[in-house]
């Protein structure tokens, strides 16, 4: 059973292009979760998804960023105009039903921007 | 919104020593608490969780107490080997709806010297 698979490990991106995060759960979980570390910080809830439906995007920026978890595919989070302060670690986790199990994380894509 | 708060910032013990690190939360209704282990440059990894209906919690070397009144709980490591080292987050979950979506506190950078 594979575990949480995030792509690609890592990014760089030029100040005002847009940067693709692709999520796949593991096998059998419905629940995605976005999350942000910055270097030497804790990581930040950014949003919750369920197949075609955001559930919960409270910690997402404004502008900018967005998520999706289509019926077919992976997860993706997409930040527009990249600015140097989107440099960090963005961490995918998933999870079975609701209060059903614990959150497993991937190992994470470290975006740069130069 | 959850506020979890974590001490000490770093921690640093000789091989065979116990460490506690100790968090606070602020949501009463917060009801899931799981600890991570992260080391340099990879994903948050699961050592132990407790509920909130559950007051200590044991796994070989590794123990979590919960305070509901307090609102607080705290992490035990005995005897500690120097692949112990890395940084250890709290985290409560919010509202009870999901496992996944938690708030986390600033880390723990956990030194085991042999």
């Known amino acids: 059973n594979a575990g949480v698979m995030q792509n690609p490990r890592h990014l760089v991106r030029r100040r005002g292009q847009e940067a693709r995060l692709r999520c796949s759960p593991m096998?059998?979980?419905?629940?995605v979760y976005w999350y942000r570390q910055l270097p030497e910080e804790g990581l930040k809830f950014m949003v919750y998804?369920?197949?075609?439906?955001?559930?919960?995007e409270s910690g997402m920026p404004k502008e900018r960023f967005s998520a999706e978890f289509p019926k077919e595919g992976p997860s993706i989070l997409r930040i527009q105009q990249v600015v140097r302060g989107d440099s960090a670690a963005y961490f995918c986790?998933?999870?079975?039903?609701?209060?059903?199990?614990?959150?497993?994380f991937g190992q994470g894509t470290r975006l740069t921007v130069v | 919104g959850e506020n979890v708060e974590q001490h000490p910032s770093t921690l640093s013990v000789q091989e065979g020593d116990s460490a506690v690190i100790k968090c606070t939360y602020s949501?009463?209704?917060?009801?899931?608490f799981p600890w991570y282990k992260q080391e340099l440059g990879k994903r948050p990894q699961l050592i132990i969780d407790?509920?909130?209906?559950?007051g200590e919690k044991k796994d070989q070397r590794i123990a979590v107490t919960l305070n509901k009144t307090a609102k607080h709980f705290s992490l035990h490591i005995t005897e500690t080997q120097p692949e112990d080292s890395a940084v250890y987050f709290c985290?409560?979950?919010?509202?009870?709806?999901?496992?996944?979506?938690?708030?986390f506190g600033q880390g723990t950078i956990l030194t085991v010297h042999p």
């Open positions: 407790i509920r909130s209906n559950v």
């Open positions: 985290a409560a979950s919010e509202g009870g709806t999901s496992y996944g979506k938690l708030t």
């Open positions: 949501d009463s209704a917060s009801n899931y």
């Open positions: 986790a998933s999870s079975g039903p609701a209060g059903a199990t614990e959150a497993f």
């Open positions: 096998k059998g979980h419905s629940h």
């Open positions: 998804l369920q197949k075609e439906n955001i559930i919960d």
